[in-house]
């Protein structure tokens, strides 16, 4: 299989409600798609990178641009191309993991498609459905907040994620606790919001029964992590820290964790997802899957990773409607708190033709 050439394509994908977090407000998706067409099939990529470099260094229009100069370019110079072959091909280009995400993305739908084998298969999938938690961002008031939590308990979501910031944590904790009980999984999500110093503070929610504290502190803080697992009983997750295999596995050798957020898109695509999950299996660390308000074409292939057996907690793998009127793909509809794995050839979806074109800012071709 050979790089013919790869479509870049910018859409631009309204939220059905506003998604504020610790680093800013999301109301809009600016979203880059790929469409990478080979010799044998064509698939579709999606870059998970936002609109600003807030919650990572990477942002979209410096994505596209590191795919036209030199990815895209790189693969074009390989005789023979899958899915394998592309980290290495882009090692020497250092960081851009969400560009280098998409583009391996892309070449794994069409490999798969056609040989026919799905990704969920391909990825080592042992469940044929998965089940989905939903992220709540931050709001302008706790009564707010109780009403939506509220509706997605009602929607049959069996796990919530609050995000949380300084001056926005203990009350809504609190209150969410207090108004549906104990039995909810609950856990919050801090973006890196916190330092050393709230320390105490943050130990301040250990008595709510939190499944897990997303990323309190900032990124390359590991040390600050293994600190304060030892002062809090509630579990230290990370997300923005674990940007590989490698980064896991001293992670855990640290103790700055005893559980792990993986998102494809963060560590540079669906192959080192799968090894990220490896090294968190074989120490007993359960994973669950991130979200980055993606389009069905982004969820279907989450939802395949989400099947694999070390996946043991809920993930932000959310139905379609938690985030858009209309995807791009047919709908990922909830079922009693879950949904199913794609089984179709690669990714198992496809845009919708008359929306793609709807939502459509610009395309451009880059050849082989």
Not at 188 to 211: E, Q
Request: glycine residues 10%; charged residues 25%.
């Amino acid at each position: 299989m050979r790089l013919k050439g790869v479509e870049l394509r910018r859409i631009h994908m309204p939220l059905v409600t506003p998604l504020r977090t610790s680093f800013g407000t999301e109301s809009l998706r600016d979203i880059l798609l790929l469409r990478v067409v080979t010799t044998d099939a064509e698939g579709w990529g999606e870059c998970v990178a936002l609109q600003d470099p807030r919650y990572s260094s990477e942002y979209v229009d410096g994505a596209a641009d590191v795919l036209r100069r030199f990815l895209v370019p790189a693969l074009a110079r390989l005789d023979h191309l899958d899915a394998v072959a592309v980290a290495p091909a882009l090692e020497p280009f250092r960081g851009h993991r969400m560009a280098k995400a998409a583009l391996e993305m892309g070449v794994l739908d069409a490999e798969l498609r056609a040989a026919g084998r799905p990704l969920a298969r391909e990825l080592g999938a042992v469940r044929d459905r998965v089940p989905c938690g939903v992220s709540v961002g931050i709001m302008d008031s706790v009564p707010e907040l109780l009403d939506a939590v509220g509706g997605y308990l009602d929607a049959g979501y069996v796990r919530v994620k609050l995000k949380i910031q300084p001056g926005w944590d203990l009350e809504p904790v609190r209150a969410v606790r207090e108004r549906y009980g104990d039995g909810v999984l609950l856990q919050v999500d801090a973006n890196a919001a916190y330092t050393r110093a709230d320390a105490r503070h943050l130990s301040r929610l250990d008595p709510h029964g939190l499944l897990l504290i997303e990323q309190p502190l900032p990124e390359e803080d590991l040390l600050g992590h293994a600190g304060l697992a030892k002062s809090m009983a509630t579990p230290i997750c990370l997300d923005e820290s674990i940007v590989s295999a490698r980064a896991a596995a001293d992670a855990i050798a640290l103790g700055a964790c005893s559980i792990v957020n993986i998102k494809p898109g963060r560590v540079g695509g669906y192959l080192e997802a799968r090894r990220v999950h490896d090294v968190c299996h074989a120490h007993g660390v359960p994973v669950w899957c991130g979200g980055m308000l993606e389009t069905g074409i982004g969820r279907a292939a989450n939802v395949a990773l989400a099947a694999l057996p070390g996946f043991t907690l809920p993930g932000d793998t959310s139905a379609s409607d938690r985030y858009y009127a209309a995807d791009l793909t047919e709908p990922f509809l909830l079922d009693n708190g879950h949904l199913a794995v794609p089984t179709g050839p690669g990714i198992g979806v496809e845009p919708l033709p008359e929306r793609l074109e709807a939502v459509t800012i610009s395309t451009e071709w880059l050849s082989g």
